[in-house]
């Protein structure tokens, strides 16, 4: 909303009143963090894959697409592939093990 005020020489003077922007961004960031928007973020970026450390619960790391995982890295199986931080499968590959071969070895 504005004020306009003429001042002598006929020139509109317009005057924002002071928060008005404020209070939009307020309610705009007051609905994100609310839910209005969710956030889930990528385990890998766009062009790449993740893949599981061996001998380890938590090692992982992103590999190029077209591009086999490096030594000591297995792939997930397919349908059992995380895609978000704290997503089903993330939180299921940070409790097991795998072997060289993908097999999971131990909890």
Same mark, same amino acid.
């Given at each position: 909303?504005? %004020? +306009?005020? &003429? =001042?002598? +020489?006929? &020139? ?5 009143? /002071?928060? =008005?922007?404020?209070? /939009?961004?307020?309610?705009? $960031? /007051?609905?994100? $963090?609310?839910?209005?928007? /969710?956030?889930?973020? *990528?385990?890998?970026? *766009?062009?790449?894959? #993740? ?13 190029? %697409?077209?591009?086999? #995982? ?18 089903? @499968? %993330?939180?299921? @590959? ?5 072997? %060289? ?7």
């Amino acid at each position: 909303m504005q %004020d +306009e005020r &003429r =001042t002598g +020489e006929g &020139r509109a003077v317009v005057k924002h009143r /002071a928060g =008005t922007g404020f209070l /939009a961004a307020a309610a705009v $960031l /007051a609905a994100f $963090l609310t839910g209005g928007c /969710a956030y889930r973020e *990528s385990i890998c970026g *766009s062009g790449e894959y #993740p893949v599981k450390a061996v001998g380890n619960k938590t090692g992982a790391a992103c590999v190029p %697409d077209g591009q086999e #995982p490096p030594e000591g890295y297995v792939r997930y199986p397919e349908g059992k592939v995380p895609r978000h931080v704290g997503d089903t @499968w %993330d939180e299921y @590959w940070s409790t097991v093990v795998v072997n %060289d071969d993908g097999e999971i070895v131990g909890r």
